[in-house]
């Protein structure tokens, strides 16, 4: 299992990063407020945990989002 996880910087906009946790994760406002303000506070965070396909298929769909948006938004994955 792969864990997926976003990258705070400082210029990807607070709203573009819960409106991904949104559309790829499918989190409420609850859930995507929680995880934004954790990469915002503690420079990274984790967005969940699936199979390396998965995760990878998610990170590559993240990273092109953020990159048709002007955004450097930074989206990785790890082992478990």
Known sequence: MYVVILLNDDHTP????MNVLHRYFLMDFDQASQIMLKVHHEGRGTIGIFTKELAEIKANQV??????HGHPLVCQIESE
């Not at 607070?14 to 990063?17: A, D, Q």
């Not at 990273?63 to 048709?68: E, G, V």
């Open 14 to 17: 607070m709203e573009f990063v």
């Open 63 to 68: 990273s092109t989002y953020a990159r048709l």
